[in-house]
């Protein structure tokens, strides 16, 4: 069974920094990419990054130049991905989820609460 964990979140000042981990196991298929999402109140769920299993990244173009999505490359049925966030903004609050997409369908973290406030 596929299970996602993140950890890593919780209150920051603006211009403050955190990272996120996201652990992946039971993971017995080829990973297409890994990735994070984040939902704000009263809003959808949005992209954040995205890396594939080549190692290329892709970014919101909200968070570009601040957040840097890494993952591990161990060969088992573990992976882990992260998520650096520097410069962090007041409009960065939000839950962020992690996302694992293969075999043609996408698997979703718990989420968990990234607030940047003073």
């Known amino acids: 069974q596929v299970q996602l964990v993140e950890s890593g979140g919780g209150l920051v000042q603006p211009g403050g920094s955190l990272r996120l981990s996201c652990a992946a196991s039971g993971i017995f298929f080829r990973v297409d990419t890994m990735g994070w999402y984040r939902q704000a109140p009263g809003k959808q769920r949005e992209l954040v990054a995205t890396i594939t299993s080549g190692g290329s990244t892709n970014y919101a173009d909200s968070v570009k130049g601040r957040f840097t999505i890494s993952r591990d490359s161990a060969k088992n049925a573990k992976k882990t991905v992260y998520l650096q966030m520097n410069s962090l903004k007041p409009e960065d609050t939000a839950v962020y989820y992690c996302?694992?997409?293969?075999?043609?369908?996408?698997?979703w973290g718990q989420g968990t609460q990234v607030t940047v406030s003073s």
């Open positions: 996302n694992l997409f293969g075999l043609r369908r996408d698997y």
